[in-house]
């Protein structure tokens, strides 16, 4: 099975401030990378696929990057409402695979 | 649109078997390979297997084979999702998942909590 790393598992940074998590597949996944965003309480939301795709709705703010074993979510300029966990996923085959989770919180 | 609305928290006894319902609606049944993912408490996303409703063929992660079985029933357009031998930690939240594009899940159900607890 192919193993997400995500890192770091949480952050605390300021309102505005540019925020990254990384990703790290155990194998080359091309660019089979998606993001998630789990607000508290509520249920996961697809922010981009195919590591950089936004899907619709997604603010701008949110993008990805990378290829092959390595990938970024960032945030360019953090808002009160991305106070969130968000994992990046796998789907390059079955089984799908997240990542641990990165909690992301206003400092 | 497309709305997947799942049967409500169930609470078991270590050693029995759940099953949960995902009714779909807003497109056509057949069309959608349908996931199934788990959340236990305060935890990561954790996904289960996929159902085929148009063959029923089905793909389970290797943790959950031999106690999960997955169905999908056309005539009603409900999924479900069947799990045996619970322990304590099964306890989770249960999700049922929608693919948009090929392995890309992006309609999920409000989630069904089960508890396992003697």
Same mark, same amino acid.
């Given at each position: 099975? %192919?193993?997400? +790393? ?13 925020? +990254? %998590? ?6 080359? %996944? ?22 950089? +795709? ?54 | 649109?497309?709305?997947?609305? &799942? ?13 949960? /319902? ?5 497109? $056509? ?8 993912? =788990?959340?236990?408490?305060? &935890? ?9 409703? /148009? ?9 959950? &084979?031999? =106690?999960?079985? !997955?169905?999908?029933?056309?005539? $009603? ?5 069947? !799990? /045996? ?12 998942? =929608?693919?948009?594009? =090929? ?14 607890? /003697?």
């Amino acid at each position: 099975d %192919i193993q997400m +790393t995500q890192s770091p598992s949480s952050l605390s940074a300021s309102l505005g401030d540019r925020v +990254t %998590i990384s990703c790290r597949a155990n194998q080359g %996944i091309d660019n089979y990378v998606a993001w998630f965003q789990q607000r508290p309480g509520k249920v996961p939301n697809l922010l981009i696929y195919a590591t950089s +795709t936004l899907q619709s709705g997604v603010p701008s703010r949110f993008s990805g990057s990378g290829s092959g074993t390595d990938f970024t979510l960032t945030i360019s300029g953090l808002q009160p409402e991305d106070v969130a966990t968000y994992y990046c996923q796998n789907f390059k085959s079955v089984p799908l695979t997240f990542g641990g989770g990165t909690k992301v919180e206003i400092k | 649109q497309v709305h997947l609305v &799942q049967s409500g928290a169930e609470v078991r006894k270590p050693g029995a078997s759940v099953k949960l /319902s995902c009714k779909a609606s807003g497109y $056509t049944f057949t069309n959608y390979f349908m996931h199934w993912v =788990r959340q236990a408490p305060g &935890q990561g996303l954790e996904w289960m297997g996929i159902i085929n409703p /148009s063959s029923g063929n089905t793909t389970y992660a290797q943790k959950f &084979q031999g =106690r999960v079985t !997955m169905t999908g029933d056309a005539s $009603t357009s409900t999924f479900f999702m069947e !799990m /045996s031998s619970l322990t304590s930690e099964d306890t989770a939240v249960y999700y049922c998942a =929608r693919e948009w594009l =090929r392995l890309i899940l992006y309609y999920w159900g409000q989630g069904a909590l089960v508890t396992v607890s /003697s």
